[in-house]
């Protein structure tokens, strides 16, 4: 590994002229960066930059968020996707305010403590906020610094994960500015040392980078072994009337928190009447239409049939131009738009 003083110098020299202009990089404070790197968790960082500044007006602190309902916070995050972040963020505002006076704490461990916040997130807050020299590391960071070393090792094996860590705090606990060090880390990794055709000739490093003398930077680090998604298959139940969609909110499992039409697991060929004894649906059509959606670890097969539900606890019918106002996942407006698709253009719903 190069002198990691000489390091972290020309990493802040580069971010200082070469960072990207991000919403939560202009006023910078310990909770925006929280919620910013709880909402960049696995979303696109141009998808958190347009959704970034209408979130902290409507939570501009701990408090506001604490004082909303978790079906508030559910409804700003739509479209956002893995809404369990936003349901741990608003138990943290809850912890922040009750254990911590509504201020976020600069203590790693107390940062560590709160729901969402592993040693990445802590380490982010900590450095970039209140200034601590705690490593961080993702995708992004391991890749800088194993083509660094051209370590042709696997980085998210535990010997690996152990590697990139210790590498990374040698590197923040030799910078002046932590947290501009560690922003500049994941910075290099988005925007030059990509993981597909990284632009060597516009990196700070290039010349104490052991890849790029090898010639290896694209076989640095090797990749990832593929996973399998799990394949789930649910039957959705739409029952829409003068308007209005019957919808309940889920209590476990995919998009928990959420508004969606029933869901009823089980195979492709389960009949309507079995469909009628797990939902307490008064009728089920037979499937009209079907897709799938992809989840990070499932491949989610929907069969969507037409149905009708009397009075039923926790069934409740919101009417269908109301919808975009409301906390429901993208895969449920699937649903219900799949058993619409021949109606008219008055019941067609929001993006």
Same mark, same amino acid.
């Not at 972290?8 to 925006?32: G, H, T």
């Not at 508030?72 to 739509?78: D, E, I, K, T």
């Not at 058993?339 to 019941?347: E, I, K, Y």
């Given at each position: ?92 505002? /809850? ?252 019941? /067609?719903?929001?993006?």
């Amino acid at each position: 590994m190069p002198a990691a003083t000489r390091l972290s110098k020309a990493l802040e020299r580069w971010f200082l002229r070469a960072a990207r202009d991000l919403p939560w990089r202009r006023e910078r404070s310990a909770w925006a960066t929280l919620v910013s790197e709880i909402l960049l968790q696995q979303t696109q960082v141009v998808r958190v930059a347009e959704r970034f500044p209408e979130f902290m007006e409507r939570f501009p602190d701990p408090a506001a968020m604490a004082r909303s309902s978790v079906e508030s916070v559910l409804r700003c995050w739509r479209g956002l996707g893995y809404y369990r972040r936003a349901r741990s963020l608003h138990a943290a505002a /809850r912890q922040i305010v009750a254990t911590h006076g509504g201020k976020v704490p600069a203590d790693p461990i107390a940062l560590r403590d709160l729901p969402g916040v592993g040693r990445y997130t802590a380490g982010a807050i900590a450095s970039i906020a209140f200034g601590k020299a705690e490593p961080i590391v993702d995708g992004n960071v391991a890749r800088v610094v194993s083509r660094l070393v051209d370590r042709r090792r696997s980085a998210v094996d535990g010997p690996g994960v152990a590697w990139t860590w210790d590498a990374a705090t040698r590197i923040v606990q030799a910078a002046a500015n932590p947290g501009r060090t560690n922003e500049a880390l994941m910075e290099l990794g988005a925007t030059v040392c990509t993981p597909v055709s990284p632009r060597c000739d516009a990196c700070p490093l290039r010349a104490m980078c052991g890849s790029r003398k090898a010639g290896s930077q694209d076989l640095v680090p090797p990749p990832k072994p593929g996973t399998k998604r799990q394949v789930v298959v649910l039957h959705g139940l739409v029952d829409v009337r003068d308007g209005a969609v019957a919808l309940e909110r889920r209590g476990s499992g995919l998009w928990q928190g959420l508004l969606s039409p029933p869901l009823v697991p089980g195979p492709a060929g389960m009949k309507p009447r079995a469909l009628c004894q797990a939902s307490g649906a008064l009728h089920v059509d037979a499937a009209s239409a079907r897709f799938e959606f992809q989840t990070t670890h499932r491949e989610v097969r929907f069969i969507v049939h037409a149905a009708r539900f009397g009075k039923r606890a926790g069934l409740r019918r919101i009417r269908l131009n109301r919808l975009s106002g409301e906390a429901i996942s993208a895969a449920a407006l699937r649903v219900i738009r799949a058993a619409r698709q021949d109606r008219p253009q008055v019941d /067609r719903l929001p993006a």
